[in-house]
């Protein structure tokens, strides 16, 4: 991402300005604070869009197994590494969610923002170089597994530290617009970064042939450097959102037994929702192989089969942009509840009609109904999943309770990625059978459901202005309980309160 000099001096401009007066911390709306059009963007851009790491780090690893496998063959196959270096970032990720979420509600979104930041960028970098002692195979995987665990930590603290923080910046955006440039900065980045985590490998396997595939995987890793470190200067110059200046806890102990009675049910929803989405959209790389395998062979070249993984991931990006427009028309609830209804009856569709589908004659219907799933799954609880995690939760809590739902979506594609193998393998007939190729469906298709009636039923109305309101409610709610509201806030805008 490049930004012209205006806008550099404009960011510098924004960033050194003096902090808000006693009556603008609590008098002015966000969106009538005097700040231009850039100095209200540019915070939503540079703490949201982060997450294209997520997708590029995520996804490339896919590649890099692929490489590894060929290069190394059965040596690699057979190890434990195999299996290592790709699901250790899942792990890291649930743990940089919790840990950044607790950090960025008790200390700062900034600072939280900015390691996660340097923990990408670091471990990103090494574990393009990982090396074993004396060369060794299993010293570099080992070394190659532990970098991934740490980049997981820095993918994990994206989410509670810089969406929160994006959410929070959207507030002071032009209503009506809020939800679209949210989503276009976090799960449209996300899919941006897996449509590239499969192109530039592609462009490495063509430039440097198949008889140099240890380049190819070093550099697809340390490519994954850039993203974040476009990012850096961006993030070194961001302030607080004006929000969590107004709201946090961080010079108070946090009222918990409070927070959970208000919060509990609302949380284990959304996290449910998240855990259901996950679980089906990771999993169903298991068909993109499938039908990969009716168009190629077994002997396809490299570069032909990263390209048409490219293609699987492109379905991604029209239901993410659609679902942006649409968030702010309709609604987050009803645009995920849509969204996943959709999914679920497209997913029925395709399991019914799987015995036709999936014949070589007939690959083209299966990759465009396939394509139709995959969209609609973004459009709905794609976009929808983080704002609704992020904009249903007081300021003072947002951090955890995000990092809560997110850690849960993780926790879900963790476990449907070990399940849908077992789901066709013990389906009758086996993996390979009609059946074998259904179930996986009907289980998804039914959980797309599910997670539609909860979405509609359960999930509270969000508003352009629902990060302010539920901030007044949740006020409202402690000082029912006989806690003092005077002490959130940092010291100029206690101050402020108490006058």
């Given at each position: 991402?490049?930004?012209?000099?205006?806008?550099?001096?404009?960011?510098?401009?924004?960033?050194?300005?003096?902090?808000?007066?006693?009556?603008?911390?609590?008098?002015?709306?966000?969106?009538?604070?005097?700040?231009?059009?850039?100095?209200?963007?540019?915070?939503t851009i540079a703490c949201g869009a982060g997450l294209f790491s997520d997708g590029y780090l995520n996804g490339v690893i896919g590649q890099v197994n692929t490489m590894l496998g060929q290069i190394y063959g059965s040596r690699?196959?057979?190890?434990?590494?195999?299996?290592?270096?790709?699901?250790?970032?899942?792990?890291?990720?649930?743990?940089?969610?919790?840990?950044?979420g607790w950090v960025s509600d008790h200390y700062s979104r900034k600072w939280a923002l900015m390691a996660s930041t340097v923990i990408l960028i670091l471990f990103a970098a090494l574990s393009a170089g990982s090396y074993g002692a004396h060369g060794s195979l299993?010293?570099?995987?080992?070394?190659?597994?532990?970098?991934?665990?740490?980049?997981?930590?820095?993918?994990?603290?994206?989410?509670?530290?810089?969406?929160?923080?994006?959410?929070?910046?959207?507030?002071?955006?032009?209503?009506?617009?809020?939800?679209?440039?949210?989503?276009?900065?976090?799960?449209?980045?996300?899919?941006?970064?897996f449509v590239l985590s499969?192109?530039?490998?592609?462009?490495?396997?063509?430039?440097?042939?198949?008889?140099?595939?240890?380049?190819?995987?070093?550099?697809?890793?340390?490519?994954?450097v850039l993203p974040p470190?476009?990012?850096?200067?961006?993030?070194?110059?961001?302030?607080?959102?004006?929000?969590?200046?107004?709201?946090?806890?961080k010079n108070t102990k946090t009222p918990w037994w409070l927070v959970i009675k208000f919060y509990w049910f609302r949380l284990l929803i959304v996290s449910l929702i998240w855990f259901i989405y996950d679980f089906s959209a990771y999993s169903f790389s298991i068909y993109s192989s499938a039908w990969l395998a009716l168009i190629l062979g077994d002997s396809a070249p490299l570069w032909k089969t990263f390209g048409w993984n490219t293609i699987i991931n492109l379905f991604y990006l029209p239901g993410a942009i659609a679902g942006a427009f649409l968030s702010d028309i309709i609604g987050p609830r009803l645009c995920l509840a849509i969204g996943v209804l959709c999914q679920g009856i497209v997913g029925f569709i395709m399991a019914a009609a799987y015995?036709?589908?999936?014949?070589?004659?007939?690959?083209?219907?299966?990759?465009?109904?396939?394509?139709?799933?995959?969209?609609?799954?973004e459009a709905g609880p794609g976009d929808n999943i983080g704002l609704v995690a992020s904009k249903t939760s007081a300021t003072a809590i947002r951090g955890q309770y995000y990092a809560i739902a997110a850690a849960s979506g993780k926790?879900?594609?963790?476990?449907?990625?070990?399940?849908?193998?077992?789901?066709?393998?013990?389906?009758?007939?086996?993996?390979?059978?009609?059946?074998?190729?259904?179930?996986?469906?009907?289980?998804?298709?039914?959980?797309?459901?599910?997670?539609?009636?909860?979405?509609?039923?359960?999930?509270?109305?969000?508003?352009?202005?629902?990060?302010?309101?539920?901030?007044?409610?949740?006020?409202?709610?402690?000082?029912?309980?006989?806690?003092?509201?005077g002490r959130m806030g940092v010291k100029e805008y206690q101050g402020s309160e108490s006058e």
């Open positions: 991402m490049e930004f012209g000099t205006d806008s550099l001096k404009a960011v510098d401009a924004a960033a050194d300005s003096p902090e808000p007066t006693l009556s603008t911390a609590t008098d002015v709306p966000l969106e009538n604070l005097h700040k231009g059009r850039w100095e209200r963007s540019w915070p690699y196959k057979s190890s434990p590494a195999q299996s290592n270096v790709a699901s250790l970032a899942f792990a890291g990720t649930v743990v940089g969610q919790l840990f950044f299993e010293g570099m995987l080992a070394a190659l597994a532990a970098y991934r665990f740490l980049i997981g930590i820095g993918i994990g603290g994206e989410y509670p530290a810089g969406s929160v923080a994006c959410a929070e910046s959207t507030g002071e955006l032009k209503e009506g617009h809020r939800n679209r440039w949210f989503i276009m900065f976090t799960n449209v980045q996300i899919d941006i970064g499969t192109f530039i490998p592609m462009i490495l396997v063509l430039i440097f042939s198949e008889n140099h595939l240890r380049a190819a995987w070093r550099l697809s890793l340390g490519l994954g470190l476009s990012l850096f200067y961006l993030r070194l110059k961001l302030q607080e959102p004006e929000q969590f200046n107004r709201e946090t806890l015995s036709k589908l999936d014949q070589p004659a007939h690959v083209a219907g299966f990759v465009v109904v396939y394509g139709i799933f995959l969209s609609l799954g926790i879900g594609a963790f476990v449907g990625t070990y399940l849908f193998p077992i789901i066709q393998k013990n389906a009758p007939g086996g993996e390979s059978s009609t059946r074998g190729g259904q179930d996986p469906f009907f289980v998804s298709s039914s959980l797309c459901i599910l997670s539609a009636g909860l979405a509609f039923f359960l999930l509270p109305t969000i508003g352009q202005d629902t990060i302010t309101s539920e901030d007044v409610k949740f006020r409202a709610y402690l000082e029912e309980n006989g806690w003092d509201t």
